[in-house]
Each structure stands twice: as structure tokens, then as C-alpha cells.
């Protein structure tokens, strides 16, 4: 199976252009239809017509460049936009790896490849708002409703979409019916990969979530005059939740499980007063459904005991709750037989802890992702950065992956 001919230093050299745009010190703002978010998908816009690619744009401000002719063919992408202050690769890694596969296979006379770059993957709106309108999963009528932090609507926003064509680009629908499989290269965004010293990971699911949030409810009172063993102390609870917590999920969870305790509110959160309320959130993230529910009870039940053992009252609002997604094992594999083929010994099979495109997109096509290893495993940070060897390597393993026949639909 010939590898497709990509090349690794045009790679580097549209990344290292790209995060020219919404520069910030060393990272990049590119919020969803921002003005720099804009710019930098015209800019990729040119540069696919320029390749030539067809260039269309879909009501979501999702950015296509397809090939010539309507035989069906390979989508590889990820997305453009960033967190308000992230970082220089998070997303457009796997836009700038498809730019390249799909007009190195071009010059090479195949195989067809596609590229997209989807919207509002980071959340402004909501999260993952574009793939989901494509795959069907969301209604542009419910995506449109969505609002950021500071009350625009997507809808309102979406209007900047026009501005991304360039001239003799199509504005429209572009059906996943046209495509094959789809492949997302992407940054870990963790620390497995470099801490096993490895190249690549190749993903195998992507995890779940739930979600609860919970609210100690005792009675704020003075502080000075309150006796310890009257008091209905909503942070005393909420403290001991926290520690007991672990304990709850030790029985089941794994390695690779994390939980986290991530948004914590005190009423009335004065010096002087005897906490009244406490909330927290609880997020649960894992591979297997059945593990995540039984967490999701673990977290409620403790939760329930320790207000109770108090004399206190419990307020619990069940959150998001998205199953984990396998990733095409077909898929998988032959993203695994590239990995092999440039970096023999340097690669693992993993799942994904952070959500992405392919969770939406593994709804309508066979889907799989890459992962290349993050510096330090941090991302939505400035500081983001993975080296660019193994950029290269990671370009190199997809090429090799999807040169020849494209995988059954």
C-alpha cells in the first residue's frame, strides 16, 4: 500500500503561518466566528482552491475542500477555532494534516481526500456545535438558539459565514454521503504519550461524560455565636464529600478514569458567616458506559449519606451525559499499520480523555483518530506545543495509512 507523498515541511510551514493569526504572546485566540477565526478559515479557504480543491462552505461555517468529481472520498480534518487563549496546535493540526494529504494526493493522482475544518468545536456556543449540526445530531434550529457568555446567538453569529468563501467557492450543504471514512489527527493533549516516550497514539474510543451538580443546602449563621454542634455547616459537608469521594469510586474505577470536582460555590461565602450552601460539580469521564453509571450512582449515593449525617438538605441536577464512541475498528487498524510502518515500536492504542469532532461525526461515517504527544501534556494553554518531529511523524503515519484504496463505505 504506497503511502501518499505528503509533505511534512509544508505542513510546518501552514502551521507555523496559522498561528500568526489571533496571535497572543506565544498563544492564539481564534473564538468561533471571530474576526481572527474568520481569517484564518479564508486563509485556508485560499489555499485549498489554490491546491484545487472545491471549496464549500455550509451554513454552520463549516469549511470543505473536496475533490474534483462526486465519487465518494476520505474526509480528514478537525477544527480552526481555539479556547479564548489557547494554544498553537489544539485542532488545526488535524485541519493543516488534511490540507496536506488531500493536495498531496491530488499532485499524486489519488487517492481522493477531503478536508474540513468544523465550527465552534471549542464551545462559544456550546461545544462541538458544527460536526453535531453536520452529523445530524443537532438541528441548525437548536444550534442557532445557542448563545455564548455574553448572549449572542449562534444563529446571529453564523452570518459571518459568507465571509470565509473566497470568490467561485460554493455557500451550501455538504453531505456526508460523499465521503468515505473520516480521520482526525489531533495533539494528545495529556501526558501518556511522552511520558512512555512514544510517537503516536492511535485512538480506539473516545470517553463518556456525566455530570452532576450538587448543592449542600444547611442555614448561614454567625459565626462567633453558633455552636459547633448546632450547626447545619454546608462546607463542612461539601468537605468531606470531597474527601470521601474517592474512596466511593475506588472500587470501580480504572487507571485511565478521571473525575473532576471543577466549579465549587459557597453561599454566602462571607468570613463571618456559617456557610448556608455549597455546590460542586462532578464530572466522570471514561471508556465504558457501565463504568460511568456506576460512578454516576457512587457520586449521588455519597452525596445523599453525607447530608444526611449532617441534617442538611440535597439538591442534585443530573448534567450532560454522552456515552463513550468506538472508533471504526477498520479504521483503527490501518491507522495502526501506518503508526508501525514510520515509527516501528513508537505507538500505542489509547482512548481519547477530551472530546472532538469524531465524536459527532463517528454517528454517519466509519471514523478514527491520532494522536501525537503533547509537551508536558498541556493544552488550552499558551504554553501548548508537541515537537515537530513529531508533527511530522504524525502527518507521515496518516499518509501511510490511507495511501491506496479508500476503506469501504
Request: hydrophobic share 50%; proline share 7%.
Amino acid at each position: 500500500m504506497p503511502a501518499i507523498p505528503a509533505n511534512p515541511d509544508r505542513l510546518l510551514a501552514d502551521l507555523d503561518h496559522l498561528r500568526t493569526i489571533g496571535a497572543v504572546g506565544s498563544g492564539v485566540s481564534r473564538m468561533a466566528f471571530s474576526d481572527d477565526d474568520i481569517a484564518a478559515r479564508v486563509w485556508l479557504a485560499e489555499r485549498m482552491a489554490e491546491a484545487g480543491l472545491e471549496v464549500t462552505v455550509d451554513p454552520c461555517g463549516n469549511l470543505f475542500g473536496l475533490p474534483p468529481g462526486d465519487a465518494p472520498c476520505l474526509l480528514v480534518g478537525s477544527h480552526s477555532d481555539t479556547q479564548p487563549l489557547g494554544g498553537w496546535l489544539d485542532g488545526i493540526y488535524g485541519v493543516a494534516c488534511g490540507l496536506e494529504l488531500a493536495r498531496a494526493a491530488l499532485e499524486a493522482g489519488g487517492p481522493r481526500i477531503a478536508v474540513v475544518s468544523f465550527q465552534d468545536e471549542e464551545g462559544r456556543f456550546g461545544g462541538l456545535g458544527g460536526s453535531a449540526v453536520w452529523a445530524g445530531r443537532m438541528s441548525l434550529a437548536a444550534a442557532d438558539a445557542t448563545t455564548d457568555a455574553d448572549g449572542v446567538s449562534f444563529g446571529a453569529a453564523r452570518v459571518a459565514a459568507e465571509r470565509i468563501a473566497p470568490p467561485g467557492a460554493r455557500l451550501g450543504a455538504v453531505s456526508p454521503a460523499r465521503f468515505s471514512a473520516y480521520v482526525e489527527a489531533h495533539i494528545e493533549q495529556g501526558p501518556a504519550l511522552e511520558a512512555a516516550r512514544l510517537a503516536l497514539g492511535v485512538v480506539e474510543a473516545i470517553v463518556g461524560v456525566r455530570r452532576w451538580s450538587l448543592t449542600f443546602r444547611g442555614e448561614a449563621n454567625h459565626a462567633g455565636t453558633t455552636p459547633m454542634p448546632l450547626r447545619r455547616d454546608a462546607v463542612q459537608a461539601l468537605g468531606q464529600y470531597v474527601v470521601d469521594l474517592n474512596a466511593a469510586f475506588a472500587p470501580i474505577v480504572t487507571e485511565r478514569t478521571v473525575w473532576t470536582l471543577g466549579r465549587i460555590t459557597v453561599d454566602p461565602n462571607a468570613p463571618s458567616i456559617v456557610p448556608g450552601a455549597a455546590s460542586v460539580s462532578v464530572q466522570m469521564r471514561d471508556a465504558e458506559a457501565a463504568r460511568l453509571d456506576a460512578m454516576k450512582a457512587a457520586a449521588l449515593t455519597l452525596a445523599q449519606e453525607v447530608a444526611a449525617a449532617r441534617g442538611l438538605e440535597l439538591e442534585a441536577e443530573e448534567g450532560i451525559a454522552l456515552d463513550p464512541v468506538a472508533m471504526d475498528p477498520a479504521l483503527v487498524d490501518r491507522l495502526a499499520a501506518g503508526a508501525e510502518a514510520v515509527a516501528p515500536g513508537r505507538w500505542q492504542r489509547m482512548p481519547s480523555g477530551a472530546l472532538h469532532d469524531a465524536c459527532n461525526v463517528a454517528a454517519v461515517l466509519p471514523s478514527a483518530m491520532l494522536f501525537v504527544p503533547s509537551i508536558g501534556g498541556i493544552s488550552h494553554n499558551p504554553a501548548e506545543d508537541t515537537a515537530r518531529d513529531d508533527l511530522r511523524t504524525g502527518l507521515l503515519a496518516i499518509a501511510a495509512a490511507l495511501g491506496g484504496n479508500e476503506p469501504a463505505s
